[in-house]
């Protein structure tokens, strides 16, 4: 996983909270030395009707396999106790909720920072000397940081990158207009 200051970085120049962090089925079974039942185990889940939009979801990338929150881990622990045992699933949901408990502490730093307004974010900047934040984060550093993204050109590159990305997919659309 990121260090901390660089998960708070991501979260400033994304302009958006962080998810909470998801582990694989695969890379869970693994743990356990059970990764060849992966398959099966993903297909239980479903089977189940346990997928859904935020804590269980689909790994497109690692087809066919799922991704799971903490609270996907609850969900499903009934089905993962069949190939893992209890100790290493518990485990495996406490790092996660330590995991989300930093990104939760991460968003509300963030979120704090995009409140403020530019004079106090500046007056805050000067008096930011003293403050520290854990893992050695600096808070001056991230206060930069805000204040750089929130410049024009930045919020100005953020949208041609938006647009860059989106390019494809409307060349895509163009074309089955066309068609």
Request: hydrophobic letters at 40%; one cysteine or more; a positive charge.
């Amino acid at each position: 996983m990121e260090s901390a200051r660089e998960r708070a970085l991501t979260a400033i120049k994304a302009r958006k909270d962080l998810r909470p962090p998801m582990i694989s089925v695969y890379n869970l079974l693994r743990i356990g030395k059970v990764e060849t039942w992966a398959g099966q185990c993903c297909d239980r889940i479903a089977d189940a009707n346990l997928i859904e939009m935020e804590d269980v979801q689909i790994d497109f990338i690692n087809m066919p396999g799922l991704c799971l929150t903490a609270n996907g881990i609850m969900a499903c622990r009934h089905i993962l106790e069949s190939y893992i045992d209890y100790d290493t699933l518990c485990g495996a949901f406490k790092w996660m909720c330590s995991e989300e408990s930093i990104n939760a502490d991460i968003n509300t730093a963030v979120q704090v920072l995009r409140g403020l307004n530019g004079p106090r974010l500046r007056e805050l900047y000067r008096e930011a000397d003293a403050l520290q934040l854990s893992e050695s984060i600096s808070a001056r550093e991230l206060i930069r940081e805000e204040m750089c993204q929130r410049s024009l050109l930045m919020c100005l590159i953020r949208k041609v990158r938006k647009e860059y990305r989106l390019l494809p997919v409307r060349r895509i659309l163009l074309r089955a207009k066309r068609q």
